[in-house]
């Protein structure tokens, strides 16, 4: 019978058709589709009858089913698969009965081995094509168009779905059997095991494989490999394998991180990890900075493996550090991350051996080293594992410093990811710090201080304690006689087991410490034995030498006190040999215990000293913190809200700086910064620790009454709106709401302070329910404006604000169309206010105008007939003051001598009186025409569409009974509604600006009354010389002037000169914004006078300044005044030495850079103005300005056009500094292609100005960042070539320089002379505009004509660009006051608020 051919496993199935040589199997005939379900039941047939062996005639069919497919029906294709599994299985529970035989014949075994792998490679190769047809199907799913496809994969993909976990516990069955008594004894066949491993790679490659519904497939395929490592030698074959997948499948990193992670723990395969690291680190460098995808997969199996086996890692790390090296900054982090994992599971705590102590010092080291990396992600992936060391308390006190000094540096990265990180980092180390839980740094000084000293004191006093210092001779002359005794002993006979206890040491150095420290000892004899034996061991060397002549005895006598005399020469640190006493026990034992009490003490001043510098790192990290919340990022600022949330809770003083400093970022438009800041006051103020609803109200009462305490109006602002919130969602408890009456109502003991901040509360919480105050007005009527509200009119201006509450907004009751909240006149609220009023009229008191402000701003906003209350108010203090100026002449004696009366011949009256007269007047008239211009109108307004909507009604009525006679009616009486609705609304507009204009100023109403006395006042500085009384009036004319225009028109010199002239930067703040709001009232009339406003802007005063560039922020950003020509002011506002003012001006732009292309389009202008010899702005300075400006310049298109507007602007320029100007603008400007050809184009403008060298630089700058950002081959050529036309224009420049200076007359341009400029760099006030420049305006039309006529011709050159040409004539429009009435002496004024300073 001839051998059965032999299987060989095929490279590819292809080769089982070709004849592959004598003996070996050949496939004889690949069936066709149709006759394959006969094969296959014949091959099941023959299963049943001889086992697994009848693969061997029936292989061909399942082969075929395999050549088929893709076409084959699903049912032939589970059939196979299905059979084939119940063969495999068969074999498997035979094969441990057939490999225990010892008599198996080789064609047995052969037979067998045959089968196996036939049946093997079969089983292998459907399951390869299921899960190939499992991955395209899934691929398929992903395609809405394929629906058909997609259902027909999931029919025939089922089976496969089901059979895949069991299968593979089969073959892991399989390779668990002794299978190399097939092979003869020899390792099972290399390509067999392949054979089996490589469907489990195979469904590792599905991208899917990493879903939770694949976990047991998952954990079926681990163990399959397992085997095939620990049974069948795999690991060389898996090592390159995972590898090479790694490198190509990122989605398995984690599948054999888990599985490595497994064979290491279960099966003891701790090897692999060291052949698989060692594989990754041999990678080169350079390669894995090329392949994104390979990097990634190596990268995250690193970290995920450090995460789960963290010793064997760390004992692997060194083969992996060269690619910390490397340029790819993934593998970088990975193995910075496999680091802080084997520091915070394996290299963590305080019983380390030396050698991990320092291993785990290197790898901190190499951390912080990355905290500075070149990429930002490894910076911020560096910070991120050192929070996680933090937060398990794996770094060491020794780093701690070190760490937080990095974390505060990169707060000034320029990647927000990394300073989002650092914070992150520093929060940890707050939350995770072991020094205190509370960390100010001015509390730990005096501590840190009184310990220093007691250290000091301590160890200046173990000095002096220690015995007297006694001489070695004086030593040896006490101890004599006992040496000499032991001596002697020596020759006699010796005791048992004396002489093997000593031995003389090797060296004469070690012999001598020896004999040493017996004496120090005591032991005398023994000393002197071993001196002995020295001296015959080491005779004639030092210091065993002694005199001949002398006797042994006196020999070894003399060595030993050479030898005790010479080891301690002052040296007393042991205790005296001389009697071992309990005398000298005692004294050892007082001296140990001083000793320990000074290490006590040092430990605690370095553990002191290590809190206050690191409380003082933290408030650094404040400071920078601080800054943050106004970022771009919205994670930066949520991150930096968090962080002084935290610090907060560790009692850092600067911290309610951070916790005030986030209020206005309740108004952001960004809703998680909004959250934020809400969480943020919910965590600090909501959530107290203590237990009892009243304790918890109390802790949140002082808390945010504390924060109330010297707030501006904006911080109140802000918390009023944080504080609705919070009622409005029922975050506070009525406990809080009944405390905060109880202080009001003096029930609960409290300061008057506390007392305020209780009503403030509680406008704060109206806001979000009126009814709290709604349903207690009688209570705050009678608490709050009783007879005591003389004493302090604080707390009655904090109740009118309180109530005022209650007004609602006009335009929501309008929308609502129901009347207004409005209260009866004779309500007891308005007899007590105007009671409290005209009472405190006639007292001076500082607080008076502030409350009376509040209390006339309540009735027009709440009263019946408000005009008729304040008019009573009005006249009864008036009265008043006149009984006041009638009064007997005997007290008007002394009205010259005094300073707090005013004079004017005919009588005299108390400076306060005036003041107050003409305070109330002011308010009176401007909230008479607020009243007028939002309520009154609002009501008509109202009034009028319920009339309209009453009469549409109606005629709906009516138009619907007469419908059958009328066709055209209804039309028609909609177009005449129609036309009634569009022109009411500027009926009632025009006779509200009437009654402003004919009325409220007319002789017949009250407020002429006062007009005489307010002018008299401004026009007459040098009578009324009280600076408060000037300031008063001349606030009290700006709000005249916003009643009516003529008014206005007639008084704007007057108000324009006082602002000009004074010499009181209260006075001159105040009729700024005066002007700014007659500026949005009557612009046609302020306009002329525009240039007053700007002029400000270069005020000698901070406070001016910033409040002028205010003004002027809201007046151009509404569009109320004109930009071209004076903008320039406002950018010089960007170098003010105020820090405030700086950013009152980066706000205004960065504002204005929101409008459109604002920005761009004034750049040329502000070019223009900044660049003139005559501006008096230092070259520093101008950079600063363009820097900030230029920032604002993104789009590529605006880049190019002023690239070649710049290069225009050479043409005209005239003086050096104009150069340099230039070319620093044009440095800024990031250079695109295009904007490079436009420099080619217009390279002859500036070519012959590039002998200077600083125009040089700026282009070579240009060029150098031009290259960085990475140009096109093309283009780089084209940067090149200017390069070197750039280079040969400087050097023909120095040439013909040094030409010109050896005697040529060619012309030079000349050098701007600098002008002397103040520190604030502002031109001084005074000359700014002498008295012959205030002349009024004339109107537009004859200004026209006349410049038409004539135009004087400009003797200096300007540079101007085309677009500042537009209207440059107006920008030169000028007010003045005739000599005669120009004040000849300054009125000043003062303010308080937001509107009055005092």
């Not at 990754?280 to 690193?302: H, N």
């Not at 005790?564 to 007393?572: A, D, K, L, R, V």
């Not at 031109?1323 to 009024?1336: C, G, I, K, R």
């Not at 537009?1366 to 308080?1392: F, M």
Request: overall charge negative; charged content about 25%.
């Amino acid at each position: 019978m001839a051998a059965a051919p032999e299987f060989h496993l095929p490279l590819a199935p292809a080769d089982l058709l070709r004849d592959g040589g004598p003996g070996r199997y050949v496939v004889q005939e690949v069936l066709a589709a149709r006759e394959l379900p006969p094969a296959l039941a014949a091959f099941r047939a023959a299963f049943r009858a001889q086992g697994a062996l009848a693969v061997l005639q029936h292989f061909d069919c399942v082969y075929s089913v395999l050549h088929h497919f893709r076409t084959v029906g699903t049912a032939v294709k589970e059939d196979a698969l299905e059979l084939m599994m119940h063969v495999v299985s068969h074999h498997s529970n035979e094969l441990p009965t057939i490999l225990s035989d010892s008599g198996l014949s080789h064609t047995d075994r052969a037979a067998h081995l045959n089968a196996l792998k036939m049946n093997c490679y079969l089983l292998t190769g459907l399951m390869d094509a299921f899960e190939m047809e499992t991955c395209k199907n899934s691929c398929l799913e992903a395609d809405p168009g394929r629906k058909n496809r997609k259902n027909h994969a999931k029919t025939s993909g089922s089976l496969w779905e089901e059979e895949r976990e069991p299968l593979l516990r089969l073959l892991t069955q399989l390779l668990q059997l002794d299978l190399r008594q097939l092979w003869g004894g020899l390792a099972v066949e290399e390509e067999f095991v392949s054979l089996m491993t490589g469907s489990c790679y195979r469904i590792l490659e599905n991208p899917s494989i990493g879903l939770q519904r694949y976990r047991v497939t998952r954990e079926a395929v681990t163990h399959l490999l397992a085997a095939a490592l620990v049974h069948c030698d795999h690991m060389f074959s898996a090592t390159l394998k995972i590898t090479q997948m790694l490198q190509h499948f990122e989605h398995v990193a984690p599948v054999f991180a888990q599985a490595v992670s497994l064979w290491a723990k279960e099966y003891g395969l701790k090897s692999l990890v060291g052949e698989l690291l060692r594989e990754i680190g041999q990678k080169c460098p350079q390669d894995l900075a090329r392949e994104a995808s390979g990097v990634k997969g190596y990268a995250t199996f690193i970290s995920e493996l450090a995460e789960q086996i963290p010793t064997l890692v760390l004992s692997n790390m060194s083969v992996l550090l060269p690619h910390l090296d490397g340029e790819s900054y993934t593998m970088r982090n990975a193995i910075l991350a496999a680091m802080a994992e084997v520091l915070v599971q394996v290299l963590n705590g305080d019983q380390l051996e030396e050698a991990a102590r320092g291993t785990r010092d290197k790898f901190l080291d190499m951390l912080q080293a990355h905290v500075c990396d070149v990429h930002s992600f490894v910076r911020s992936r560096v910070l991120q594992l050192f929070t996680r060391i933090v937060q398990c308390k794996a770094l060491p006190l020794t780093q701690f410093q070190s760490v937080v000094s990095l974390a505060v540096g990169r707060l000034k990265d320029k990647s927000v990811l990394v300073v989002k990180n650092a914070i992150q980092l520093l929060a940890a180390f707050l939350s995770n710090n072991p020094f205190s839980s509370k960390l100010s740094w001015t509390d730990l000084d005096e501590p840190l201080k009184k310990e220093v000293q007691k250290l000091k004191e301590m160890r200046d006093r173990s000095r002096p304690t220690a015995a007297p210092v006694i001489a070695p001779e004086e030593e040896w002359e006490a101890m004599l006689p006992e040496v000499r005794a032991a001596t002697q002993q020596l020759f006699q006979p010796l005791q048992e087991g004396e002489e093997e206890v000593l031995e003389v040491e090797e060296t004469v150095e070690k012999t001598v410490e020896q004999i040493t420290g017996l004496l120090k000892k005591l032991n005398y004899k023994s000393a002197a034995r071993l001196t002995q034996k020295a001296l015959c061991r080491f005779q004639g060397k030092e210091p065993f030498i002694g005199p001949g002549e002398e006797n042994e005895e006196a020999t070894i006598l003399g060595v030993l006190k050479r030898l005790y005399t010479g080891s301690c020469p002052g040296e007393n640190s042991e205790d005296p040999p001389c009697d071992s006493s309990s005398d000298k026990i005692e004294e050892v034992v007082q001296e140990e215990q001083p000793q320990t009490e000074l290490v006590k003490q040092e430990m605690l001043v370095h553990y002191l000293q290590d809190a206050y510098n690191f409380s003082v790192k933290i408030t650094e990290a404040l400071n920078l913190i601080s800054k943050m919340m106004y970022e771009n990022s919205v994670s930066v600022v949520q991150e930096a809200i968090e962080f002084f949330v935290t610090v907060s809770q560790f009692g850092v003083p600067q911290a309610l700086l951070g916790v005030r400093r986030m209020l206005p970022l309740v108004w952001s438009k960004e809703p998680g910064i909004k959250e934020a800041v809400l969480n943020a006051y919910r965590q600090l103020y909501l959530s107290p620790s203590e237990d009892s609803e009243r304790a918890k109200a109390q802790a949140l009462v002082h808390s945010l009454s504390l924060i109330m305490v010297d707030a501006s109006l904006a911080t109140i602002q802000c918390l009023e709106e944080i504080i609705s919130e919070f009622v409005q969602k029922d975050e506070i408890k009525p406990a809080v709401t009944q405390l905060l009456w109880e202080r009001f109502t003096e029930k609960s003991p409290c300061s008057s302070l506390e007392r305020r901040a209780a009503v403030m509360l509680l406008g704060m919480m109206a806001r979000g329910k009126p009814e709290i105050i709604g349903s207690n007005l009688d209570i705050l009527v009678t608490m709050g404006l009783s007879e005591k509200a003389c004493e302090d009119y604080r707390l009655p201006q904090e109740v009118c604000n309180v109530i005022s509450n209650l007004a609602g907004n006009p335009k929501t009751a309008l929308e609502k169309s129901s009347a207004p909240f409005r209260l009866p006149q004779n309500h007891m609220l308005f007899g007590c206010l105007s009671e409290t009023v005209s009472k405190g009229f006639a007292q001076p008191s500082s607080h008076w105008i502030p409350f009376m402000e509040a209390a006339v701003t309540l009735i027009y906003q709440l009263a019946e007939g408000a005009e008729e209350i304040c008019a009573d108010i009005l006249h009864v203090c008036s009265q008043q003051a006149l009984e006041k100026l009638q009064e007997p002449d005997e007290q008007k004696a002394d009205a010259e001598d005094s300073p707090h009366r005013v004079s004017d011949g005919s009588g005299s009256l108390s400076t306060f009186l005036l003041l107050h007269l003409v305070a109330l007047v002011g308010q009176v008239a401007l909230q008479q025409v607020a009243y007028l211009e939002v309520s009154v109108s609002a009501e008509l307004r109202r009034r009028r569409l319920l009339k309209e909507e009453k009469t549409k009604k109606q005629s709906d009525t009516s138009t619907n009974k007469q419908r059958p006679q009328s066709t055209g009616n209804e039309t028609t009486m909609e177009e005449e509604l129609g036309l009634v609705g569009a022109t009411a609304d500027d009926t009632e507009v025009e006779l509200i600006r009437n009654i402003c204009e004919t009325e409220l100023l007319d002789e017949k109403h009250l407020l002429s009354a006062f007009v005489p006395l307010v002018l008299k006042i401004c026009n007459n500085p040098g009578l009324y010389s009280d600076s408060a009384l000037s300031a008063a009036a001349a606030l009290t004319l700006g709000k005249l002037c916003m009643i009516s225009s003529e008014f206005c028109d007639s008084h704007l010199r007057l108000l324009f000169t006082m602002m000009e002239k004074s010499t009181l930067p209260d006075v001159r703040s105040n009729l700024i914004i005066a002007a700014g709001d007659l500026a949005i009232r009557f612009p046609n009339l302020v306009e002329p006078w525009t240039s007053h406003l700007y002029a400000r802007l270069r005020d000698p005063c901070p406070s001016v300044r910033q409040t002028a560039g205010l003004v002027m922020t809201h007046l151009i950003l509404k569009d109320m005044v004109k930009v071209k020509g004076q903008v320039s002011e406002m950018a010089t506002l960007l170098i003010d030495p105020e820090e405030a003012i700086v950013q009152v001006a980066q706000n205004f732009f960065g504002e204005l850079a929101n409008k459109g292309n604002a920005v761009y389009n004034l750049l040329p202008d502000i070019i223009s103005h900044l660049s003139d010899p005559n501006s008096g702005i230092e070259e520093e300075s101008f950079h600063t300005i363009m820097r900030h400006l230029f920032s604002y310049i993104t789009k590529d298109k605006q880049t190019e056009s002023l690239v070649e507007k710049l290069c225009q602007r050479f043409r005209t320029a005239r003086t050096e500094r104009q150069y340099r100007d230039l070319s620093h603008c044009l440095a800024l400007l990031p250079i695109s292609e295009r904007g490079l050809h436009k420099l080619q184009d217009n390279y002859d403008c500036f070519a012959d100005k590039l002998q200077d060298p600083a125009v040089y630089n700026c282009f070579q700058t240009v060029l150098a960042r031009f290259r960085r950002a990475g140009v096109k081959p093309e283009t780089k050529t084209l940067a090149e070539e200017l390069e070197q036309k750039l280079s040969a224009s400087h050097n023909r420049g120095l040439d013909s320089t040094e030409t010109c200076q050896d005697g040529s007359q060619t012309p030079m341009p000349v050098p701007a002379k600098r002008k002397p400029i103040e520190s604030s760099c502002r031109q001084p006030l005074s000359p700014a505009n002498s008295d012959n420049d205030f002349v009024t305006p004339l109107s537009r039309t004859l200004r026209n004509h006349k410049r038409a006529q004539k135009r004087p011709p400009r003797k200096k050159t300007i540079i101007t660009f085309s677009s500042d040409e537009e209207n440059n004539s107006e920008d030169e429009l000028l007010g003045e006051l005739r000599e005669e009435e120009t004040p000849t002496k300054t009125t000043p004024i003062t303010r308080s608020s937001a509107r009055r300073r005092r």
